[in-house]
């Protein structure tokens, strides 16, 4: 794998990298350590009982098994609908940036700035179109985002856009309001799409590792979420809390960001993950 990527997983391999050879004791240590979660890493310990030789194979087939979710099925239905929520901060605007990039070299890109809540937001996400050489629709602070979506899906339609990103205000679980905001954007894509977005994607700071379940579980109840993306996979050690994390709310981890660049994104495949982990 390319350079970047080796040293984005460079914390979290040096972990893994250690199981090789180690007891079990140990090995129970290290997956703790990369907040893989008691729960897990007894799952995972079960197997290597009796083992003697073929322990690393053993537990990188079980971790790449328990981190195989089903991906969503895009139905080819133009245009393409990528909804991106997740608290302050999490990486949505940035992340939106990122997949509107690599989009963009083979489709039309229209980005849909419905982060209306916070100053500058919209600024922001300007900043990175221009960057990436997409196009995007504005919106002013304080305005309705369900609008500014039913804005971008319009004029989407009208010119045959490729693919529509939507950006979301950061939002905590404590404010309602702005829960009952995404579900007001989801209902307004239902319009255009019955099925709701293609992607309905969450952002998580991979930094919080297993921390991140309990907020993203209020997402999940709120919006029909159909994957994950782990952003800032570059500089933490956590990466056992992928299996976790996927597992508890049972959604796949479609991409994982690696730094703050345009092209720092990764496409999650377990097998070259765990890998990457143990290499
Ligand atoms: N190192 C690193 N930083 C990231 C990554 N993704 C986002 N960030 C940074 O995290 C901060 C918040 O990102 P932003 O996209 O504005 O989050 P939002 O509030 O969810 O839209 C910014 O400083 C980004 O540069 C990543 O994958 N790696
Ligand atoms: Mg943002």
Redesign the pocket.
């Known amino acids: 794998m390319l350079e970047p990527i080796r040293k984005a997983f460079g914390k979290a391999a040096a972990l893994f990298s250690q199981i090789k050879n180690a007891p079990l004791d140990d090995i129970e240590e290290i997956l703790l350590r990369a907040d893989v979660g008691t729960r897990f890493t007894r799952i995972l310990l079960e197997s290597l009982k009796g083992k003697r030789n073929d322990i690393v194979e053993t537990l990188k087939g079980d971790m790449v098994r328990l981190l195989t979710v089903p991906k969503p099925v895009e139905t080819g239905i133009k245009p393409t609908v990528v909804m991106v929520s ?12 990122k997949l509107a990039h690599r989009c963009s070299e083979h489709e039309s890109v229209l980005l849909a700035g419905a ?1 209306t809540y ?1 100053d500058a ?1 919209n600024e ?1 996400l300007a900043v990175w179109a221009q960057r990436a050489r997409v196009e995007m629709i504005m919106s002013q602070r304080g305005q309705d985002a369900a609008s500014v979506v039913f804005d971008a899906l319009t004029r989407a339609r009208s010119q045959g856009i490729g693919t529509v990103f939507v ?1 979301t205000a ?1 939002r905590l679980h404590t404010r309602r309001d702005l829960m009952d905001e995404l579900v007001k954007i989801e209902r307004i894509i239902k319009k255009f799409k019955p099925d709701g977005p293609d992607l309905n994607l969450l ?1 998580i700071d991979a930094r919080l590792g297993q921390n991140s379940i309990t907020q993203a579980r209020v997402f999940s109840e709120a919006i029909n979420l159909n994957g994950l993306i782990l ?5 933490t050690a956590k990466g056992g809390a992928l299996i976790p994390i996927c597992n508890e709310l049972k959604l796949p981890v479609l991409y ?5 660049g345009l092209d ?2 990764v496409v999650f495949e377990p097998e070259k993950f765990v890998s990457m982990l143990f290499s």
Do not use: H, M, P, Y
Not at 86 to 97: D, E, F, W, Y
Not at 231 to 235: E, Q, R, S, Y
């Open positions: 997740g608290v302050n901060g999490s990486g949505k605007t940035t992340t939106i940036a982060d916070r937001a922001q950006d950061g952002t952003t800032k996979f570059d500089g994982l960001g690696v730094g703050e720092d994104i």
